[in-house]
């Protein structure tokens, strides 16, 4: 085996932005995209492993306009920590698996592999 190998490429460990819990996507760099599902519960600064690939269901507003068709962008709301249709101050994290109607609270996420 190479000796620079550090991995596998799907979890990665990143000092925690803020506190951060288990299950919910963290953004570690808005700009680019660049974050994952978080593994386990970490404070600030604490060093925490983020999933960066795969299948999520996230919490969805159940409002107007939130419908989406199956391969249409999905983002992270970090303000209210659900996925969204919007770009706006939002950030890019994969793709919906499946449509989502307005009434659904949850959707299906395939995550960004690569930022």
């Known amino acids: 085996m190479a000796t620079n ?8 460990t990143v000092v925690a932005p803020h ?4 299950g919910r996507f ?3 760099n808005s700009t680019t995209g660049f974050g994952g599902v ?11 492993v983020l999933q960066v690939g795969g299948v999520y269901q996230f919490t969805k ?5 939130t419908s989406a068709t199956a391969g249409a962008a999905a983002y992270w709301d970090n303000t ?7 770009a706006t101050s939002n950030t890019k994290i ?3 698996v499946a449509a989502v109607a307005n009434t659904d609270t ?3 996420v395939r995550l960004n592999e690569a930022f």
């Open 61 to 65: 507003p159940n409002a107007a306009s």
């Open 38 to 48: 978080a593994q386990a519960n970490a404070a600030s600064a604490a060093d925490v």
């Open 26 to 28: 963290v953004v570690v």
């Open 5 to 12: 190998y550090k991995g596998d490429d799907d979890k990665i």
């Open 106 to 108: 949850t959707a299906q």
């Open 80 to 86: 209210n920590s659900a996925v969204t249709i919007s």
């Open 94 to 96: 994969g793709v919906f």
């Open 19 to 22: 506190d951060v819990v288990s």
